[in-house]
């Protein structure tokens, strides 16, 4: 009797020390690439590492200029491309399509979701660079911002679509009721209505696309070309900016970090820092929308 | 009279043609709507399909047996990247799953708790709900570099499946609480009250009543989490080194699925072989997918 006591105490000890090591995971994640990282915040200096775009690792200079670009760009490109789509079907979904549609939309949704990145960096070498060759411009490698922003957006979309719906199928029935009742169509209600009310949890989901593209690793180093420049146009026409070779931050540090050794292995844990905090930003942003919205 | 008619007649006419108007622009709008609908499910098709069919042409069951040979031409198969897939899911889901559950159990069933005077475990709780939300968002290749920090520098463990294996289960550990509590969550409240009223103590029911009602919640978060470990390579990338031989045990390196295909692709320039195995890997997916649907499919009636 008295046993069967002392063993519900003690595992209720034991859960709560297992419920604090996700917590203790991230502590230590910060502390160690922090850790790591000190050493070339203190020596290089977030200003140079930010304004200069020479990365050189073997004369000392560290700057992530380049990087920072071909991260935004690349991220720029995929909600570009892949934001109206991903609305479109959550609209889709949520408002216009009979069940029938969801049967096979959704599991494609599903399905897109599942790819591992390294088959559509994968897919992105094979299929779209080669098409993206095709572009006559001198210079062109088919590998760089266009193709990365492509496969990013493919990447992004079933998130923000899943969002985007979720946050659609919130909005009361009341509303649209009266809307419709007041005589307005369908999609004078989903503009004039739905939209509105939804918005903040569509860009919530938008800005999780963000914090997934910023992350995103493998299938970028695999696409965007690793050259560590500012995207430029690559000749007259301005539009080229998109063919431009470039280099992501995550790609940065996948690429170098086995072999870096002393500033040039603490600039890659800064990278992991700076990026960190930045996907961490975003998130909060995404999860305070969505719960501001759960709120009201 | 006359005019009034007529201008009746006006307005009706202006009005039916707003109407249409706003009738045209719903069928453009909805129409656009479809597209991208169309356009989403022709992505799939296109992706999917590319790779299985290039890829399934590769497949056969030497390739699936023989060892990658390492040249610089990508020969040889993919057998010790499967067993290196097997083994790291094995490793990941040992460290994950207990602590991942153990969490869970404690946020569902321990952390609203009337008998915290002092306010100590709420105060806790909802700090370590913070660190899984917050871990979750963490992109991968934080988690490499981290795992690369700690478990391949400071512990001294080397490239190996135990770096990978734990740098792999930081990285799953919020698949496996969130799924684990959701699936804690339908457990009706009457089975737990009905066991507290028989004398059971709450450790007693969490593990003869709730834990086997939400068992096939649990095993779909599970199977989710395999998937995740399957797909997953900036964080293998940095921890796991890429050997392509046959790992021999925990401390040895080696190369999983998808590891193989960045190698194959990005290294060694076979891209025929890299399809193989993307197919490879895309079917494992599917496989992975069916059995949650399957799973959660039988929990559905439950609910």
Not at chain 1, 168 to 187: D, K
Not at chain 2, 116 to 121: A, E, F, L, N, P
Not at chain 2, 262 to 281: I, N, P, Q, S
């Amino acid at each position: 009797m008295q046993m069967r006591y002392v063993i519900d105490r003690s595992v209720k000890g034991v859960l709560l020390l297992t419920a604090l090591v996700s917590l203790l995971v991230l502590m230590l994640i910060g502390m160690f690439i922090l850790r790591e990282g000190l050493p070339a915040f203190r020596q290089i200096g977030l200003n140079r590492m930010f304004t200069s775009s020479v990365w050189r690792p073997t004369i000392g200079e560290f700057g992530m200029l380049g990087m920072v670009a071909g991260s935004i760009w690349a991220t720029l490109g995929a909600i570009v491309l892949g934001v109206p789509l991903a609305v479109g079907c959550a609209l889709l979904l949520a408002e216009v399509a009979p069940p029938s549609v969801h049967r096979v939309l959704r599991p494609s949704i599903e399905l897109l979701a599942g790819i591992p990145s390294v088959v559509y960096g994968l897919y992105g070498m094979v299929v779209l660079v080669p098409l993206v060759r095709r572009i006559q411009v001198p210079g062109n490698a088919g590998f760089g911002v266009l193709s990365a922003s492509v496969i990013l957006a493919i990447m992004i979309l079933p998130t923000v679509t899943s969002i985007a719906e979720d946050a659609i199928r919130a909005v009361p029935r009341s509303y649209r009721e009266g809307s419709l009742a007041l005589g307005a169509t369908h999609w004078q209600t989903i503009t004039g209505v739905i939209l509105p009310s939804a918005r903040s949890g569509i860009v919530a989901g938008i800005i999780l696309g963000v914090g997934r593209a910023l992350g995103e690793t493998m299938a970028m180093i695999m696409v965007i070309g690793n050259s560590i420049i500012v995207p430029r146009p690559i000749s007259n026409n301005p539009l080229t900016v998109v063919l431009s070779q470039t280099r992501t931050l995550t790609g940065n540090i996948a690429l170098e970090i086995s072999y870096a050794t002393g500033l040039h292995e603490s600039a890659l844990f800064a990278t992991g820092v700076i990026l960190f905090v930045m996907i961490m930003l975003v998130n909060s942003i995404a999860r305070w929308m969505l719960q501001g919205k759960r709120g009201t | 009279m006359n005019t009034i008619g007529a201008e009746r007649l006006v307005v009706t006419a202006r009005r039916s043609l707003q109407l249409s108007k706003r009738q045209i622009s719903q069928k453009l709008a909805f129409g656009i709507f479809w597209i991208a609908g169309i356009i989403t499910v022709g992505i799939m098709l296109l992706v999917i399909g590319y790779v299985m069919l290039q890829g399934l042409r590769m497949v056969n069951w030497e390739f699936l047996t023989t060892a990658p040979r390492g040249g610089l031409s990508g020969e040889g198969g993919m057998s010790t990247t499967i067993v290196a897939t097997l083994y790291l899911v094995g490793v990941t889901l040992a460290i994950a799953a207990p602590l991942g559950i153990g969490s869970a159990v404690f946020f569902v069933e321990y952390a609203g708790e009337a008998d915290d005077r002092s306010g100590i475990v709420k105060r806790l709780v909802g700090i370590a709900r913070f660190g899984v939300e917050t871990l979750a968002g963490v992109p991968s290749i934080v988690f490499g570099l981290f795992g690369y920090a700690l478990f391949v520098t400071t512990l001294r463990f080397g490239f190996s499946l135990l770096s990978a294996g734990l740098a792999g289960a930081c990285l799953i550990l919020p698949v496996v609480i969130r799924t684990t509590e959701e699936a804690l969550k339908v457990v009706p409240r009457s089975y737990r009250e009905g066991s507290l009223a028989l004398g059971a103590t709450r450790w007693q029911t969490i593990w003869n009543v709730v834990l086997p009602a939400a068992l096939p919640g649990i095993i779909t978060g599970i199977v989710l989490s395999v998937g995740r470990v399957v797909s997953e390579t900036a964080v293998f990338y940095v921890t796991l080194g890429g050997s392509h031989h046959m790992p021999t045990s925990i401390m040895s390196s080696g190369r999983s699925m998808a590891l193989h295909v960045y190698y194959l692709a990005m290294e060694t320039r076979a891209f025929d072989k890299a399809m193989g195995t993307a197919a490879v890997l895309i079917v494992t997916i599917v496989l992975i997918n069916g059995a949650i649907n399957f799973l959660s499919c039988r929990l559905c009636p439950k609910e």
